[in-house]
């Protein structure tokens, strides 16, 4: 059996690669489990070196790995190389960090010493999407290895060329043999993984239906598991924003990484009186997007990842228009070779419509015109999914109130939704649960353990 390494830019066959057959499965299990006995037992200051030393392999190899993701999914090289540079930062914030994470916290208590010590759980199999190829892995990478575990990675079967890449990155900076590797196998195995003795959680990036599968299958083994799904961000605008600023983080917002991204804003919720001018300013920022040739220096939107994807969009697009949605621009692939699709600005959307009510994977943005803040908060919850929200407003104060009322994991008030190593990540409702990064993102993969010492008998 074979994988293909396809480029969605131009419809070429970029390699075969062999899949890993059940012996090479059942070795590299193997390994990945002695490799995490031996892990767990090194001293921390050693694996936090271990840590700082992938950040380097990762700065080395950036010029060879960037093309690889821009090759295998589409996005612009000038995206890959900032997504290779964001994984090393990743790995340094963890190696700075972790010691303080992972100390001990001592409970007050009068006659014993109480505390809660965080061991690691073992090998963690971590499955994953191809949208960020490096960081989505890596992200859930530094703090599963600087709490003491293992990592197994079953990647996107459209990206095998950066899962192997990954793994030489963590042979370059020479960790144990196993402690992070990559199986080259489809979606089909991933049940009897986590069934597997060597495996003892789960981490899932992905798409809702398959997060609902990976959860049950979880579920029944009993093993930890933490979910990063879908998502329909709300991009609320007020009208006493600064609209014109809000516009041209909006563009980026929707548009970066070809619209491919879970937190991604998707639906663009602006307050009647502010909405002409957001519309205005809006669609003039999309019309800067220059689509094309992703290899190429100056093209700011690539290829979408899989032509299936590309007709999924279109098939929503047209859908709101015949719902009544007004198209503004864009509506439409790309005619030729290659996965592209118009930048596309929907307005008048309705909450009802496909282009609102479902997530959108791609360059295509939902405008929704509503009275107030209120209204504007019951459209943002009105979906299954609460991964990410932003909310543009000159009034801190209410901003302050109006952050608590949206279902979300995450709020950024005059900003774009992004994730940030030393800040959690993660959603909730059906964009799923448990968090990555920061110090929460560490004590997900470990066990919380209440060690309880009393005086010393004799
Ligand atoms: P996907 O189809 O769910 O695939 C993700 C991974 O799961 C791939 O490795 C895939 O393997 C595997 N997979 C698919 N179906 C499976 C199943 N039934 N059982 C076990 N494994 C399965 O998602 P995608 O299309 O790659 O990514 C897009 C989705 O991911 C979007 O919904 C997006 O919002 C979400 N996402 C969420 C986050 C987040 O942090 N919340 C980040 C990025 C993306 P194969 O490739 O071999 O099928």
């Known amino acids: 059996m074979t994988i293909t390494s396809f480029n969605p830019a131009t419809d070429a066959v970029l390699a075969e690669l062999p899949s890993h057959d059940e012996a090479a499965i059942e070795k590299k299990l193997d390994d990945a489990a002695s490799a995490q006995r031996q892990w767990a037992r090194t001293p921390l200051a050693e694996r936090m070196a271990l840590l700082k030393r992938v950040a380097q392999a990762l700065r080395e190899q950036k010029a ?6 821009t090759l295998e999914m589409g996005k612009p090289l000038a995206e890959s190389l900032g997504e290779v540079e964001k994984c090393a930062w990743n790995f340094d914030v963890y190696a700075d960090a972790a010691p303080r994470f992972l100390a001990d916290q001592v409970v007050a208590s009068s006659a014993s010493d109480s505390r809660i010590v965080f061991d690691p759980l073992g090998v963690v199999l971590a499955v994953m999407p191809w949208n960020y190829p490096f960081w989505q892995v890596m992200r859930a990478a530094a703090p599963v290895l600087a709490g003491g575990n293992g990592m197994v990675l079953k990647h996107a079967s459209n990206v095998p060329q950066c899962a192997l890449a990954l ?27 986590i ?39 709300p991009f609320i605008v007020l009208a006493d924003a600064d609209v014109e600023a809000a516009a041209a983080v909006a563009v980026k917002a929707r548009f970066q990484n070809t619209g491919q991204s879970c937190i991604a804003a998707k639906r663009f919720i602006v307050e009647h009186a502010a909405a002409d001018r957001f519309v205005e ?37 047209q859908a709101s228009v015949q719902q009544g949605a007004k198209l503004l621009m864009g509506g439409k692939p790309v005619a030729g070779p290659g996965a592209f699709y118009e930048p596309t600005v929907l307005d008048h959307v309705a909450p009802t419509m496909t282009a609102a009510s479902e997530e959108t994977f791609g360059p295509a943005a939902a405008i929704l015109r509503v009275a107030d ?28 109130q109006l952050t608590r009322q949206i279902d979300a994991g995450a709020v950024f008030v005059n900003g774009m939704v992004a994730s940030d190593p030393r800040l959690p990540f ?16 560490l004590h997900e993969f470990t ?3 209440t060690v309880w010492t009393g005086p010393a008998r004799t």
């Open 64 to 69: 060879e790995m960037a093309p690889l993701a």
């Open 167 to 193: 793994e030489a990155v963590f042979e370059r900076a020479g960790a144990p043999k196993g402690l992070f590797t990559t199986l080259l196998v489809g979606s089909g195995e991933v049940a009897r993984l």
């Open 195 to 233: 069934d597997d003795r060597r495996i003892h959680a789960v981490t899932f990036t992905g798409s809702t239906p398959a997060g609902r599968s990976i959860a049950s299958q979880a579920g029944r083994a009993l093993k930890k598991q933490v979910l990063e799904l879908g998502g329909s961000d």
């Open 281 to 317: 300013a809006f669609v003039a920022g999309a019309r800067k997007l220059v689509v094309g040739d992703p290899m190429t220096d100056g093209t700011t939107q690539g290829a979408m990842a899989k032509r299936n994807l590309r007709d999924e969009l279109h098939a929503q697009v």
């Open 373 to 400: 803040a209120d209204e504007a908060v019951r459209v943002a919850n009105g979906t299954p999914f609460g991964l990410g929200a932003a909310l543009w407003t000159s009034d801190l104060d209410r901003a302050r």
């Open 426 to 441: 993660g959603g909730t409702k059906e964009s799923g649960y448990g968090r990555e990064l920061g110090a929460l993102g």
């Open 447 to 449: 066990n919380i353990k």
